[in-house]
């Protein structure tokens, strides 16, 4: 027993550290002063384990999911999907959707501008490749997903009947990116986003995968492989955000951010998400706090 019991948890140290070791980081944190709780900035990109990430702080690629993933002082977990459509002040460059941020200055551009927008500062950054995703459920095997009508969209090659299905890698990329045969367009990909986190995680933590060796090493190489994160967060740290993560989807406090408008037009950017300052000020300070619930957001319009 003694003997079994060494094995383990040598193997289970062992894939630890060098998970570990494949993450990439990154200067992605403000000097903006901290606020109670623990805030995580998650970021889903096309850049490839950060490597189009300059040495200027510009980035090539695109970030077209973001989530602000928040401890309270009290305990309470939330998880906020951010529209990447939003129209935020960005610092230094003006009025632009939120996504524009990380084009224009990579993660600590897109940190300072979300911290800005929500008045939370920043404690972890997290970034996925978004080729990460299609290795990490495939890793798993699959994940189960759902969906209210049958789609067949052309442009994220996402093709699934009404109803919940196992997909593979493939799949789950395309029902994350997908968008184009929604009318609510990002607002129904966040749900979507959300519900996929969701599912890998109950997958992730099955005991398929659990009491699985093999199938163990394969998501720790997929999952760290695909990540980008701050100089100071490694894998203690995300396995903390794992955690905060599950509370939060067991909790239902996975929120959206009070919306005004989804088809604002702009100078600058095209048709953009309206917010209004004083909710998004009052929604996020519930979050900080702890308090905020289901109907802490607001509703929308056109």
Sequence with gaps: MALVLIVVIGWGAGLALWADSRIHHVDALSEASDTAGTTYLIAGSDARGGKSVKDDGTTGGRADTMMLLHRAPNGKSYLVSLPRDTLVDIPGKGKYKLNAAYSMGGPKLLVQTVEKFTGLSVDHYVEVGFDGVTDTVDAVDHVNLCIDKDVDD????????KGCHDVGGEQALAFVRARYFDPTADIGRQQRQQQFVGALMDRATSPAVLL??????KLAGAGSGALLTDDHTGLVD???AGLTMRRSMKDETNLSIPIVSENFQTQNSGVAIQTDEDQVHSFFDAIGKGTATKDSGGSSSS
């Design 212 to 217: 699985n060796p093999f199938a163990q090493a």
């Design 154 to 161: 052309e442009k994220s090659g996402l093709k699934m009947t």
């Design 238 to 240: 995300l396995g903390r």
